[in-house]
């Protein structure tokens, strides 16, 4: 069974009904961030495709690898949107319902990774993987060796992202900064447990997803020392403010 192609679509299922569930909670269910939606869906299938095609660089490769591609997605999915909000010039910002959408979906299509795809580099640690040789471009799995689980890593995160979402979503009150955050934590997160793929390093011991990671850690740090500085985050610590 395609079992990656199952539970990336119903990422992309649980994504959409907990984004319609937030749109109506805040009042923001209409036609406007529905386009949105779709926006997100259809740049989000486009960048999935264009990053895994990239490397290889093989028009024959860009179906069979590019929807395996979860940063090429993500940044499809946000340019899908602002492309989408632009043409209908819908100015209200949307990040904010999308922030638990994303992490749930996440969790959810991470599931399909974890069982067609090389878990991890090797491990000693008590928690360590195995998974059958027939999984494509996974020496550890020839060898029997155990492994980490990386996307079981991710799945945990991406839920206690949610979970963290819902309790920062009405504490927060300047739009956008919740997705800040999410994108923030998700994209130190994600450098970290590169270290624990079974991705190819290319450069300085680090992946490709590592190097295109980079740049965008550095300016969504500039960018939450900014909010901190300015007391966007005070709610969620309970931080006097010195009058």
């Known amino acids: 069974m395609p079992y990656h192609e199952i539970f990336v679509g119903l990422g992309v299922l649980v994504a959409a009904v907990v984004f319609v569930r937030e749109a109506r909670s805040r009042g923001a269910l209409n036609e406007q961030s529905l386009i ?12 999935m495709r264009l990053a895994g095609w990239l490397e290889t660089l093989d028009m024959r490769d860009l179906w069979l690898y590019g929807s395996r591609s979860i940063l090429g997605g993500l940044t499809g999915a946000y340019v899908g949107v602002l ?5 209908i010039g819908y100015k209200e910002r949307t990040g904010d319902l999308f922030a638990p959408a994303v992490a749930l979906g996440m969790a959810v299509g991470r599931i399909g990774c974890h069982l067609t795809e090389a878990p ?3 491990t000693d640690l008590p928690w360590g993987v195995h998974a059958p040789p027939t999984i494509p471009e996974c020496p550890g799995c020839l060898t029997g060796q155990a492994m980490h689980p990386s996307f079981i890593y991710e799945i945990i995160f991406q839920l206690a992202a949610f979970a963290a979402l819902l309790w920062a979503r009405k504490r927060l009150t300047r739009p956008g ?8 934590a998700y994209a130190a997160f994600r450098f970290l447990v590169e270290f624990t793929r079974a991705n190819e390093t290319v450069w300085l011991e680090l992946t490709r997803p590592q190097w295109f990671l980079i740049p965008g850690v550095l300016l969504l740090a500039i960018r939450l020392g900014y909010g901190w500085r300015r ?3 005070d709610a969620l610590f309970e931080r006097k403010v010195m009058t």
């Open 231 to 233: 007391g966007y985050y």
């Open 120 to 122: 991890g580099r090797p």
């Open 36 to 47: 949105a939606v779709a926006g997100a869906l259809v740049g989000g299938a486009i960048g």
């Open 177 to 184: 900064e919740l997705f800040t955050l999410y994108l923030a």
């Open 83 to 87: 492309l989408a909000k632009r043409i």
